[in-house]
Structure formats: C-alpha cells, structure tokens
C-alpha cells in the first residue's frame, strides 16, 4: 500500500479526549450534556447505532436518555414526544434515528425537533446556516470527514473535490463544507455521465454511494485523497466501504479505511455538537 492511511479511529480517540474534557468543565458549572435519541421500530442496524451512541455518551460523562416507540406508533405521539424533549432542560440534544416508518414523514419530525437541539443538523435552518457560513450545528458524517482532513494536515483551499453522492445526510452538505472551505466541488450522483471522467480529475474523492467496492484505481488520479463513506457488506458478508481498498490504495496519496474510518469520526462529532448545544444553554 502506498497510500497514508487516515487512521479515523485514532483521530476520534483524540477528539473524544478533548470532548470529556470540556464535559467535565461544564459540569462544575452546573450543566451536564444530554443527548435523547428516540428509536422507533425494530430494525437491527438503528439499534446498535443506538447502543453506540449511548455507550459513547455514558463514556464521555454525558446523560444519555432512550426512547422506544413501537413501529406503529401515531405520528403526533412522535411529535409530541419531541416537542415535550425540546422543552426538557437536561435535554441539550435530540435525536431521531433513521429510517423511520413509511407512515411518519421524515421532514415534519426534521422540523420539530427545536433547531437549538438539532445535534444531527438535518433541521432546514441549521442547513441554511451552514450555506450562508453562520454558525450552525454541522451534519456528524460530514462535520466528521471535515475534521478528518484537518487533522491529518491535508489543505483544502483551490482542490477540486468530487463528491459521490448527493444525500441529504451526506453527499451535499459535505460539498457544501468543502465549498465553505475555498474548495471548487464537483457533484456526481446516479444519473451524472461518464463518472470516471470526472473523478479522475479530483484531488480529493467523497465516496457516499451505498455500493461495495465501486471506486476502483480507474477512478482515481495517482495521489488522490479518497474519502470512503460507505457502510457495505460484500458477497461474503464481510463489512466494507464504496471504495475498492486494495487497489485504490496503491494509486491514492491518503485513503480512509472501512471500518476504522468515517465511521468513528460520526458519532464523535454527534458528541461534540452535544456539548455544544449544552455549552450554549449556559448563554440563555
Ligand atoms: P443514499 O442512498 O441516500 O445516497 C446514495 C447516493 O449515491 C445517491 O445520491 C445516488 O444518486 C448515488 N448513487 C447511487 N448509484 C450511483 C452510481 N451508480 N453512480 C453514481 N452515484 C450513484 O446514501 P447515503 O448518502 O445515506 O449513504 C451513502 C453510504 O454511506 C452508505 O453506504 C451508508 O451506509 C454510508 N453512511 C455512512 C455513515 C458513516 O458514519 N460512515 C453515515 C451515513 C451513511 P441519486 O441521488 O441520483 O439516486
């Protein structure tokens, strides 16, 4: 492997140190974070993101509260529930686990949750901030590729970035924090032509696809910085990324492995907009 790998495990450790540092200083001044998460349903993979983030929150000396909600649950019964947590004091943190039910409307439970608590910052006004360049609370996953690149020391201003991908979640605001950054940002998606075409220009590669080992070396200029996103199993069941690792990482300058790359770095940042928002409930 040629490539610098971009140890997202390690630059999470770090961050999480400095995390429950300022958790203890925030507690002798009376305030501990809470993050509520509420889960509705059962499916398999939201738990365990559930269980993680409780287990980092118990870890980094936050409160941490868990709300089950059946499956079939009314939607007001959901709105309520957050609207009753957006009033809670030791509530610094809300956070509805997707996907949710086909019957709730994922963008009215997005516009409930107060914007001051959005910690996952998919509520419209955090996105909108987050355009305008104002202080807002910055989606985890990108927020988290961010801090990755910075850590690592790599420049971002006049690269030209590709992101695959254009979620919500991740592709587009991770673009949109590259352009923040003096970054010139290419999107690509299912329906651009010749993908390669552009990739292979990029100085720094986003994979947000959803699909096992689709970047492969063809993709890729020699030294490229190849961010993978992606959260796969391959044919044999195997956990891996939208990138194909052993070949891109002999073409790429940095690479970020899957797992022990983004992965860590989401619910990392997910704490930190926590104590955030608790830091600011010191100011009202
Ligand atoms: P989505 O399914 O919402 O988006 C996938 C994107 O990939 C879409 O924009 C889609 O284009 C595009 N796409 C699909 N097929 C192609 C193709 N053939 N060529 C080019 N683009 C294509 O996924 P998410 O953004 O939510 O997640 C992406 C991956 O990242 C998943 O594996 C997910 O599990 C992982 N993930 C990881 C996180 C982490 O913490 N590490 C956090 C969140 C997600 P179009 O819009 O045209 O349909």
């Known amino acids: 492997m040629t490539a610098v790998l971009i140890n997202g495990k390690e630059i999470a450790a770090k961050k999480r140190i400095e995390i429950a540092e300022k958790v203890k200083d925030l507690k002798k001044k009376g305030v501990t ?39 079939d649950v009314a939607e007001d019964k959901l709105l309520d529930k957050i609207l009753e947590l957006n009033n809670d004091p030791a509530i610094h ?7 949710l039910p086909n019957h709730i409307k994922e963008s009215k439970v997005i516009e409930t949750i107060s914007p001051l608590k959005d910690v996952d910052g998919f509520h419209p006004i955090n996105i909108g901030r987050m355009m305008t360049g104002q202080d ?24 030209h970035v590709v992101v695959v991908g254009r979620s919500n979640i ?17 999107y690509c998606h299912s329906r651009t032509k010749d993908l390669k075409l552009h990739t292979k220009q990029a100085d720094i590669v986003v994979a947000a696809v959803g699909i096992a080992n689709f970047i492969t070396a063809d993709h890729i200029k020699e030294g490229a910085v190849v961010i993978d996103v992606g959260i796969n199993r391959n044919e044999a069941g195997k956990l891996c990324g939208d990138v194909k690792f052993d070949e891109v990482s002999e073409k790429a ?19 930190y907009n926590t104590l955030k928002s608790a830091s600011q409930s010191l100011d009202r």
Not at 138 to 146: D, E, F, H, Q, S
Not at 170 to 186: E, H, R, S, W
């Open 253 to 271: 300058g940095y690479i970020t492995p899957v797992p022990k790359g983004v992965g860590p770095m989401t619910i990392t940042m997910l704490m």
């Open 93 to 99: 943190g809300i956070l509805v686990q997707l996907p």
């Open 33 to 71: 974070p809470g993050l509520a998460v509420i889960l509705v349903g059962n499916n398999d993979a939201s738990r365990t993101y559930v269980r993680n983030k409780e287990k980092t929150c118990q870890e980094l000396g936050m409160n941490s509260l868990l709300i089950e909600l059946d499956e």
């Open 170 to 186: 991740v592709g587009k605001p991770v673009g949109q924090l590259f352009l923040n950054q003096n970054a010139t940002v290419t």
């Open 136 to 159: 807002a609370f910055l989606p985890c996953t990108p927020y988290g590729i961010m801090v990755l690149l910075e850590e690592t020391g790599i420049n971002i201003e006049g690269k």
